[in-house]
C-alpha cells in the first residue's frame, strides 16, 4: 500500500480497540518467565555448547602473536576461534569495526577469540589461559584533545545554513554563547547481547537478541560470505536493546564461527564487562551554542555546532539536528564536527541526536530566558513556528508543542515557581523547577506484514517486527483486532523471525507507527480477501463483532476462511508527504529538584512530561514507555558516564557497578500527559512515537531545575555534586 | 573461574587448620564478593572452606554489657536486632545504607569486613595494580580515580574500603575475635584490623594465613546521638562517595569515623577532641595530610560539610 496522500477516514478510527489502555498481551509470558529469552532457549535444538568471547585488552595496535594452546588443551574445550582461523570474513556497512579482530585492534575489547567448551565455566576458565603479545600503537582517546584539530565540518556532512549568523549573532542585543558537554553513555539494557547459533549443513539458524531483523540476517550473510537466505534470524523476545541492539555485534557472529567450527551448537552471551567497550555506545559531545535575540525575546541569530568523536569511517552523533527545527529565528548555523578517536564504536543509543542536543540546547534556552528576563515557558512560546525554518514552505504536519508546554505549566503549578534561583528551601533540601521542551523526530520507513485468517475465526499477524520491551505484541494485535473486527482474544501475533515479511524493526521511535501501518495495509488486503469471498463489495463491507456486514447480508468473519484459510501480505510504503511535511513530535517537561544544601546530592522530587505524539494506540504501553524515557533522562542528568582511561584509551567503570543508572529510590512521582491529537500525514493510523520523545530535554529540564534551586548553572553531565560543592550555602 | 576443592568445615578450629593445610585457601561466608571476585580469576584459591555451617550465627550479650556478633551473622539480622538498634544505632545504620536487601540478606560479619575494594582498576585484570598484581603499577594513579582515597594513600595504591558496617564499628571500637590454624585464639582492636597500602597494598588486614575470623564484640553501649550519612552519586545501592558516621553526646563530645576516603576505615580519636568546636577544625584534623587527586578533591570539602551537617543534625 502506497501511502501518499493524507489519511481519511478508516476502520481504525471506530477505535474499539486501538487506542484503548491495553495490558500487554505477553504479560502472562515474561510475569511467568516462560517468555524465551534467546540465552535460554535450551528447547530449540540440542547439544548446545558454550562460548566465551576474549577481548582486547589494547586499544589500538596488532597482535604479534597468541597462544592459545594451553586454552585448547584446556578440561572441555571444543575449539578456540580467532581471526587466524575463522576463515574469509567480510564486514557489513553497518559496523564501523570488524567483529572479530585480528591481527589488527580496533578498539579495547574488540573481540579477538571465542573458547567453546562443553561448559561456560570451562569456556570462562581456558579464555583466561590464551596469551596474546601486543603492539601497541598510538591512538587518540581524548575528545578535548581531539577536538583542537577539528574546526570545520567533514565533507560527508555539510553545514546547514539561513540568512546570515555571523552577522546577525554579533548584531544581536542579548548573546549567550555557551559550551555544553555530554559524556559517553551505555545503553545498559537489562539482557546481555546473547545469541545461539546451529548449522545444519550450510542452513545457519541464530535465535539472538536484536532489534533489527533483516539488518542482522543481511549483514550476518555478507561477513560470513553466504547467501541471506540461508541464514534465519529469530528473535521474538528482546530483554531491551536501546540501539544497542540494532546492528550485527559479536555474541551473534562468534555463535555462528564457534558453531561452525565445532559442528554443534554454541550458545554465546558478552559478559557485563565486555558490554561497555566490545559493543556501541552513545558518543561524548562537546556543543557550542549561541543565541542572539531582542530585548523582547525574539531570536534573531541560532547557532548550534557539536564535537564528537567515532573511529575512521564512523559517523558524528547528530547533536544538532533539533535545532534545525524547534524554533524560529532568520539566521541559522547548525553543523557536525567529527575527530578520530580509537575509542569502542559510537553509535545510536535511545533518541540519538536529540537526546544529546537537547541537554545543550534546553539549557541554553534557560540561560537566554534568564538573560531577557522572561519566563522560560513563555520564551518557548515567544519563538515556535508551525514551518521548518529553514524551508518555510514545509509546515509541521502537527505541531503542538505550545500546547503542551501551557498545559504543563498549569498542571504542574509552573507560577508557583521563583524566577529568581535559590529561593525555596525545604527543610535540608534546595528546592527548584525547571522546564524543556521536548522533541524527536517521526520517521517513516517501509513495513511489511502478514496475516492470516482461519476457519475458527482466528487472526495470525506475522511480520519480523520486535517488541524490545515496548509493546509492539500489544499494539500489533490492537490493529490487527480492529481492523478485523474482533477481539484481542482472537488474535495471535508471531514476531521477531526473518521468515516473516520485513517490517520496521525496533528504533528511532519508527517502530509503533510503522509496523502498524504495515499490519494495517495487510489487513485491508485481508478484508477485500474475505468480501470477495462472501461475495460482498469490499468497498461498504463493515467488519465487526466477528461478523462481516454488506448492506443488509451479513456472515461470519470465520465462513470466509473456510478450511484452507485466507491470508494476505503488504506492506506500508511512503509518498513524499515525508518531503512536504515537517513530521515530528513535541512535549514538554517539567521536572522538581531537591538538592542536599550540605552535601549537593541531588533527588528529583517530581517529574510531569506533556506529549503531542499523534495518536496514542495504547496509552498504557505509551504511558510506559515516557516514563522510562524520562528514568533514563534521570541517568543522563545526573550519574550516567563511561569514564574514558585517555592513557590505555578504554571505558573504565564498565560494569553496573561502576555505571550507575537510577534505582527505583531515585524516581518520583512521574506523570504523563498526552495531548489528543491525530497526524493524517503521518500514516493510515494517524500515529507517531512516543518512546524516545519522553527522554528528549528531560536531562535538561533537571539542570535547569538544579540552577533554580541552587543557582549554580552546571554546563557539563552528569551534574554530579562535585561540580555544585562550591556554589552551595555555609553548612551550619 | 579456576577449578577448586570445596569442604565443610565443622569446627572453627578445624576451619583454620584445614585453611592452614592447602595454599592459597580460602573461607567462603556469604560468597557474595568472593564469588565476584573468582568468576573474574582477582581470586583463584584451589580451596575453598564453607565456614556457614560453624554455628557462629548468633548474637550474645557479653559480661561487660556489650555484645559478641558471630561472624556468620548476616547483615540483615544484624541491622534487625534489636539490642543493636537500641543501643549501637551506628551500626544499625550504616548496615542498612549497604548494598541492597537481597545481597545483606547474604553478607555475613567477618566477610563485610573483608570485602575488597571496589577501585575498577583491580577489577579489570588487563590492566595494572599493585593490589591485584604487586609490582604491576596502579591504573588509577593519573587514571579514573574520582571514587578513590584522599587520605592515608601511597604511591602504590590509592585504593578505598568500601564497607559501610566497618565505618560504624570503628567508631564503636569493636574487637575482631579469631582463631589461628594452631588454634590459638586472639582478639584484634578494629582500629588495628584495616591497614594502610603502604608499599604492600595486596596485604589488607592483620589476619595470618588461615586465621578466622569468629566473632566481632561491641563494648558496652556509649549512648549518645549515632548517625550515619552516606553520600552517593545516586539514592541506593552504591558505594560511599564519602560517609560519616557519629556518635554525639549531649555535650557536644563525641566520636567520628569516615568512609570512602581511605585505605581503611578512618578515624583519628586526637581529632575528636576538637568536636565542640565543630564539623571545620574536626575535618581539619581527619584529613590532614591529605593527597587528593584532581578528580576527587571535591572530598576534603564533601566531608567538611557532610560533617557539618551530620553534627547539627545531632544537635536536633
Ligand atoms: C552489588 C554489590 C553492592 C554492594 N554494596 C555495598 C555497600 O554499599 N556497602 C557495603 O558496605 N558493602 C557493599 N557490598 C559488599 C557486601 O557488603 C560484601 O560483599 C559482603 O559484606 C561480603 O560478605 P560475604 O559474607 O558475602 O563474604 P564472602 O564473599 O563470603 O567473603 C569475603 C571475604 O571474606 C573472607 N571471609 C569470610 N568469612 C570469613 C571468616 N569468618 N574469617 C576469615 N575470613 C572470612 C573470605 O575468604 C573472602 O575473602 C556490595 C556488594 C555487591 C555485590
Ligand atoms: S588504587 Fe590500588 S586497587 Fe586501584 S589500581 Fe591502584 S593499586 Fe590497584
Known amino acids: ?732 | 573461574m579456576r577449578p577448586f576443592t570445596y569442604e565443610r568445615a565443622r569446627s572453627p578450629a578445624e576451619a583454620a587448620a584445614a585453611a592452614a593445610r592447602s595454599q592459597g585457601a580460602k573461607f567462603i561466608a556469604g560468597g557474595t564478593n568472593l564469588l565476584d571476585l573468582m568468576k573474574l580469576e582477582i581470586e583463584a584459591p584451589p580451596h575453598l572452606i564453607d565456614v556457614n555451617g560453624l554455628a557462629l550465627d548468633t548474637i550474645e550479650a557479653t559480661p561487660d554489657g556489650g555484645l559478641r556478633i558471630g561472624a556468620l551473622v548476616r547483615n540483615t539480622d544484624l541491622a534487625a536486632d534489636g539490642r543493636v538498634r537500641r543501643d549501637y544505632g551506628l551500626l544499625s545504620r550504616a548496615l542498612l545504607a549497604g548494598a541492597s536487601g537481597q545481597l545483606r540478606n547474604k553478607a555475613t560479619t567477618a566477610g563485610n569486613l573483608l570485602q575488597r575494594t571496589r577501585c575498577p582498576y583491580f577489577y579489570d585484570t588487563a590492566q595494572p595494580c599493585n593490589k591485584r598484581q604487586p609490582g604491576s603499577g596502579c591504573g588509577a594513579i593519573g587514571g579514573f580515580s574520582r571514587q578513590h582515597a584522599v587520605v592515608g594513600g601511597s604511591e602504590a595504591c590509592i585504593a578505598t574500603h568500601p564497607s559501610d558496617m566497618a565505618v560504624a564499628m570503628r567508631a564503636l571500637d569493636a574487637t575482631v575475635e579469631t582463631v589461628k590454624p594452631d588454634g590459638a585464639t586472639r582478639s584484634i582492636p578494629i582500629a588495628d584490623f584495616h591497614r594502610l597500602p603502604g608499599d604492600t597494598p595486596h596485604i589488607e588486614t592483620a589476619l595470618a594465613p588461615g586465621e578466622l575470623i569468629v566473632a566481632v564484640t561491641l563494648p558496652k553501649p556509649v549512648g549518645g546521638v549515632q548517625l550515619y550519612r552516606k553520600v552517593r552519586d545516586r539514592a541506593s545501592y552504591a558505594f560511599a562517595l564519602v560517609s560519616v558516621g557519629a556518635i554525639v553526646q549531649p555535650d557536644g563530645s563525641g566520636r567520628v569515623a569516615l568512609g570512602g576516603v581511605a585505605h581503611k576505615p578512618w578515624r583519628i580519636e586526637a581529632a575528636e577532641a576538637e568536636m565542640p568546636r565543630g564539623a571545620k577544625a574536626v575535618a581539619a584534623q581527619l584529613l590532614a595530610g591529605a593527597n587528593p587527586t584532581p578528580a576527587n578533591a571535591f572530598k576534603l570539602p564533601l566531608v567538611e560539610r557532610t560533617l557539618g551537617a551530620v553534627l547539627a543534625e545531632a544537635k536536633g
Not at chain 1, 74 to 82: E, I, M, N, Q, R
Not at chain 1, 254 to 262: D, F
Not at chain 1, 665 to 679: N, S
Request: aromatic letters at 6%; one cysteine or more; hydrophobic letters at 40%.
Open chain 1, 1 to 732: 500500500m502506497k501511502f501518499d496522500t493524507p489519511a481519511t477516514t478508516n476502520p481504525i478510527d471506530r477505535l474499539k480497540v486501538v487506542g484503548r489502555p491495553t495490558s500487554r498481551i505477553d504479560g502472562p509470558l515474561k510475569t511467568t518467565g516462560t517468555a524465551p529469552y534467546a540465552y535460554e532457549r535450551h528447547d530449540v535444538v540440542a547439544n548446545q555448547a558454550y562460548g566465551y568471547a576474549v577481548g582486547s585488552t589494547i586499544a589500538k595496535g596488532r597482535i604479534a602473536s597468541m597462544d592459545v594452546k594451553a586454552a585448547e588443551a584446556a578440561p572441555g574445550v571444543l575449539a578456540v576461534v580467532t581471526a587466524g582461523n575463522a576463515g574469509p570474513l567480510a564486514k557489513a556497512d553497518r559496523n564501523i569495526a570488524t567483529l572479530l579482530g585480528g591481527p589488527q585492534i580496533e578498539h579495547y575489547h574488540q573481540a579477538i577469540a571465542l573458547v567453546v567448551a562443553e561448559s561456560f565455566e570451562q569456556a570462562r576458565a581456558a579464555a583466561a589461559l590464551i596469551r596474546v603479545d601486543y603492539t601497541r600503537a598510538d591512538g587518540a582517546f581524548d575528545l578535548e584533545r581531539a577536538r583542537e584539530g577539528v574546526t570545520g565540518p567533514s565533507k560527508d556532512d555539510p553545514d546547514s545554513t539561513l540568512g546570515d549568523f555571523a552577522g546577525a549573532f554579533a548584531a544581536a542585543p542579548i548573546q549567550l554563547d555557551a559550551t555544553y558537554r555530554t559524556p559517553d553513555q551505555s545503553h545498559a539494557m537489562m539482557e546481555p547481547h546473547a545469541t545461539i547459533a546451529a548449522w545444519r549443513g550450510d542452513q545457519l539458524t541464530v535465535w539472538t537478541s536484536n532489534q533489527m531483523i533483516d539488518w542482522a540476517t543481511t549483514d550476518l550473510a555478507k561477513t560470513l560470505g553466504i547467501p541471506k537466505e540461508k541464514v534465519h534470524v529469530v528473535s521474538p523476545f528482546v530483554g531491551g536493546g536501546f540501539g544497542g541492539k540494532l546492528f550485527l555485534r559479536a555474541d551473534t557472529l562468534l555463535a555462528a564461527l564457534g558453531a561452525r567450527a565445532t559442528g554443534r551448537p554454541v550458545k554465546v552471551a558478552l559478559p557485563r564487562p565486555l558490554i561497555m567497550n566490545n559493543t556501541t555506545h552513545r558518543p561524548a559531545t562537546i556543543q557550542r551554542i549561541r543565541i542572539g535575540a531582542t530585548p523582547d525575546g525574539r531570536i534573531t541569530a541560532i547557532g548550534h555546532e557539536s564535537w564528537s568523536g567515532n573511529l575512521p569511517d564512523g559517523k558524528p552523533e547528530n547533536a544538532v539536528d533539533q535545532t534545525r527545527l524547534l524554533y524560529a529565528a532568520p539566521n541559522r548555523l547548525t553543523g557536525t564536527r567529527l575527530a578520530v578517536l580509537d575509542l569502542p564504536e559510537g553509535n545510536a543509543m535511545r533518541a540519538p541526536g536529540e537526546a544529546p542536543g537537547l541537554m545543550a540546547l534546553e539549557i541554553a534556552m534557560d540561560e537566554m530566558a534568564e538573560k531577557l528576563g522572561l519566563d522560560p515557558v513563555e520564551f518557548r512560546i515567544r519563538n515556535d513556528t508551525q514551518v521548518d525554518p529553514e524551508k518555510p514552505d514545509r509546515p509541521f504536519s502537527q505541531r503542538q508543542l505550545v500546547e503542551c508546554l501551557r498545559l504543563g505549566a498549569e498542571r504542574f503549578g509552573w507560577s508557583r515557581r521563583s524566577a529568581q534561583p535559590a529561593r525555596n528551601r525545604d527543610g535540608r533540601w534546595l528546592v527548584g523547577t525547571g522546564v524543556a521542551a521536548a522533541f524527536r523526530n517521526n520517521l517513516l520507513t517501509p513495513s511489511a506484514a502478514r496475516v492470516r485468517l482461519d476457519k475458527h475465526g482466528m487472526v495470525a499477524v506475522e511480520t519480523d517486527m520486535t517488541d524490545i520491551g515496548t509493546g509492539s505484541y500489544t499494539i500489533l494485535a490492537q490493529t490487527a483486532a480492529e481492523m478485523m473486527g474482533v477481539g484481542l482474544d482472537k488474535v495471535v501475533v508471531r514476531l521477531g523471525d526473518s521468515k516473516f515479511p520485513v517490517s520496521a524493526g525496533s528504533g528511532g521511535q519508527w517502530g509503533a507507527n510503522n509496523s502498524t501501518a504495515g499490519v494495517y495495509a495487510a489487513c485491508v488486503k485481508l478484508r477485500e480477501a474475505v468480501a470477495q469471498k462472501l461475495g460482498f463489495n469490499s468497498a461498504d463491507a463493515v467488519f465487526s463483532d466477528g461478523v462481516v456486514r454488506s448492506g443488509n447480508r451479513s456472515a461470519p468473519l470465520a465462513q470466509a476462511a473456510g478450511d484452507p484459510g485466507l491470508a494476505a501480505e503488504d506492506a506500508i510504503e511512503y509518498g513524499d508527504l515525508g518531503k512536504r511535511y515537517q513530521q515530528s513530535t513535541f512535549g514538554a517537561h517539567f521536572v522538581e529538584v531537591g538538592v542536599d544544601a550540605a552535601t549537593a546530592e541531588i533527588r528529583v522530587r517530581r517529574m510531569l512530561a506533556v506529549c503531542a505524539a499523534g495518536r496514542i494506540l495504547n496509552p498504557l504501553s505509551a504511558r510506559s514507555q515516557v516514563i522510562g524515557a524520562m528514568t533514563m533522562g534521570v541517568g543522563a542528568a545526573l550519574m550516567e558516564e563511561l569514564a574514558v582511561d585517555t592513557r590505555a584509551g578504554f571505558f573504565v567503570n564498565h560494569d553496573l557497578a561502576g555505571y550507575e543508572v537510577p534505582v527505583h529510590a531515585d524516581i518520583p512521582h512521574q506523570e504523563v500527559i498526552f495531548l489528543d491529537e491525530t497526524d493524517p500525514i503521518s500514516s493510515p493510523m494517524k500515529a507517531k512515537g512516543v518512546g524516545e520523545l519522553g527522554l528528549c530535554g528531560v536531562g535538561a529540564a533537571i539542570a535547569n531545575a538544579i540552577h533554580n534551586a541552587t543557582g549554580a548553572r552546571v554546563r557539563d553531565y552528569p551534574i554530579t555534586l562535585d561540580k555544585l560543592l562550591d556554589r552551595m550555602p555555609e553548612v551550619g
